[in-house]
């Protein structure tokens, strides 16, 4: 199995600090300013890193992420766009139209990240009065017309919240956007079945993570459908363990008990269960007092839960050596991950050190990962059957 990495564009901005809002969490802004040159230099960054596309989120806390993507089209060469839309705030045809135009001026370069909407304060912000439920009935509707659309064919449609006549793109794609979608509940993975062709989750221990992609196959199998599988990780990465605790360390440093104590009561709230699954990964922050260390919200070797102490959404990061996180890469991997979405904090500075540190340790483990080539020689290659770090560690 190929292993595709994603990196991520912090379009709300970024720091050496916990940035992030989203799911009823205080919105914190980067300290570093967010303009379009900023966003061109980490775009370059993941591209030179051999990324193959940059997940742009999409909410009230940050830009919006089509015309962001868009600005940077001329910007790269090769890098793709995982573009998180909202289905339902725009009609079906115009979104549609929107990705087929996007396809043709980037020359196939898009990706669609499907994010139905968690919230029930953040959706009627956008003029969106529909429940959770509802939303999920509304997209399903959504991704079966514009999934029509992009094939050429001509579409009518009464459905429950959506309604359409003779709708028909002029000019359909080329090559069809790949639909990724997450979600930890019952009505996402139904939806997931039906209209995913990559399924993502957050990162949580490899037990939990199996059992939700067990979940997902079983679904998707009625549907006579195999997804790929992908999740959603931070990451921080060194050339040694203890260089790597340091950084969480010092990101855990910036974090106090009010700040703590207002992101999760903001995040109480939430609607979604992916949400509450990463709470609970911390016990929503009930643990941590002035004398947590980095290493008390280690749930699992390399797995960190610090960062959702105070951001919504993906909460968790992996932290070590850069042979530790390729360890854990490859254990997720054999849990039938392909796609790995990473940030960082800074998220530029961070794309460096994953694609410099982590990928050669892959590479010459006998890993494949797209956009990059193999060790040219055989003695640059290590072919040490893979053993994780803890477990030489014991020996």
């Not at 639909?179 to 990162?203: C, M």
């Amino acid at each position: 199995m190929t292993l595709t990495f994603h990196w991520f564009l912090p379009t709300s901005g970024d720091s050496r600090g916990i940035v992030g809002g989203g799911h009823g969490s205080v919105i914190r802004s980067g300290s570093r300013t967010l303009d379009l040159r900023y966003l061109k230099q980490l775009a370059l960054a993941a591209e030179t890193n051999g990324f193959e596309s940059v997940l742009t989120p999409t909410g009230a806390w940050c830009e919006d992420a089509w015309l962001t993507d868009a600005a940077l089209i001329d910007a790269t060469e090769r890098l793709k766009f995982l573009v998180a839309l909202r289905p339902g705030l725009v009609s079906p045809t115009l979104s549609a139209q929107m990705a087929a135009t996007f396809q043709r001026y980037s020359e196939g370069r898009l990706l669609i990240n499907v994010v139905t909407g968690g919230e029930d304060r953040e959706q009627r912000a956008y003029g969106d009065f529909l429940n959770k439920a509802e939303r999920y009935e509304r997209c399903a509707e959504f991704l079966d017309i514009v999934s029509k659309l992009w094939r050429g064919e001509n579409v009518t449609h009464q459905g429950k919240h959506l309604q359409v006549d003779n709708a028909v793109l002029n000019n359909p794609p080329e090559n069809i956007p790949p639909i990724y979608f997450g979600g930890s509940s019952q009505p996402a993975g139904d939806v997931a079945a039906r209209y995913a062709d990559t399924y993502l989750t957050w990162g949580e221990p490899p037990a939990a993570v199996e059992e939700k992609l067990n979940w997902i196959n079983t679904l998707a199998s009625e549907n006579d459908r195999s997804p790929e599988h992908g999740i959603r990780f931070h990451v921080i990465a060194r050339d040694s363990s203890a260089e790597a605790w340091a950084v969480a360390e010092k990101l855990l440093d910036g974090i106090t008990l009010e700040k703590v104590d207002a992101a999760q009561a903001g995040l109480a709230s939430s609607q979604s269960e992916g949400q509450r699954r990463m709470s609970a990964l911390h016990g929503r922050g009930t643990g941590f007092t002035a004398n947590t260390t980095a290493r008390d919200l280690e749930i699992y070797p390399n797995l960190w839960t610090g960062v959702g102490l105070i951001r919504g959404g993906a909460g968790t990061a992996l932290v070590g050596s850069y042979a530790e996180v390729a360890d854990r890469i490859i254990e997720y991997s054999n849990l039938g991950l392909s796609h790995f979405i990473f940030s960082g904090y800074p998220d530029l500075e961070e794309a460096f050190h994953f694609g410099e540190g982590v990928v050669p340790h892959l590479l010459a483990r006998g890993i494949d990962v797209k956009n990059h080539a193999r060790p040219s020689s055989a003695s640059d290659t290590d072919t040490t059957p893979f053993i994780p770090q803890e477990a030489l560690a014991a020996r």
